[in-house]
């Protein structure tokens, strides 16, 4: 049987300000990191043995 899951902290003060910056200002991606994560996905597919 599962164990129950906690409730989430709440974020507050330092912590939260930093969060809301964070969330506002997300980090942009180059295409030659999306290119290398799409490439390790590949190679990651390639060698599974599940079917989806």
Sequence with gaps: MARPIK???TLRGEEARL???????PHTISSVEVREAHDAY???MS?????F
Aim: net charge positive.
């Design 19 to 25: 969060f809301e910056q964070r969330l506002s200002h």
């Design 42 to 44: 590949n190679r990651v």
């Design 7 to 9: 409730e989430t902290p």
């Design 47 to 51: 060698i599974a043995k599940f079917v």
